[in-house]
């Protein structure tokens, strides 16, 4: 029943930023936790941010300063800003929704994100 819709990615030059959307259906959107993933060629699917429904937000490390993660209950929709990309961010990136206790998480279809130096 949940879907979720990603859009924003691109090629961009490094340096340059764009912002991902990832738009949240048949979901009670704001008890849970969103998250974005992302996944480079021959490499493991790393977590990038978390906006959890108390408004708590985390990132990592290669990417503190630079994105930030946004959610708007109201449109059901979780974002992701990213700025001054870096060719290493280049990889398909894919939002997460987690209910909370049960943990049960459903996934995005992943949007690509390339970034040129």
């Known amino acids: 029943q949940v879907q979720l819709v990603e859009s924003g990615g691109g090629l961009v030059q490094a340096g340059g930023s764009l912002r991902l959307s990832c738009v949240a259906s048949g979901s009670i959107f704001s008890i849970a936790t969103m998250r974005w993933y992302r996944q480079a060629p021959g490499k493991q699917r790393e977590l990038v941010a978390t906006?959890?429904?108390?408004?708590?937000?985390n990132y990592a490390d290669s990417v503190k300063e630079r994105f930030t993660i946004s959610r708007d209950n109201a449109k059901t929709t979780v974002y992701l800003q990213m700025n001054s990309l870096k060719p290493e961010d280049t990889a398909v990136y894919y939002c997460n929704l987690a209910y909370p206790v049960t943990q049960r998480n459903y996934w995005g279809q992943g949007t690509q994100v390339t970034v040129s130096s």
């Open positions: 906006a959890t429904s108390g408004g708590t937000t």
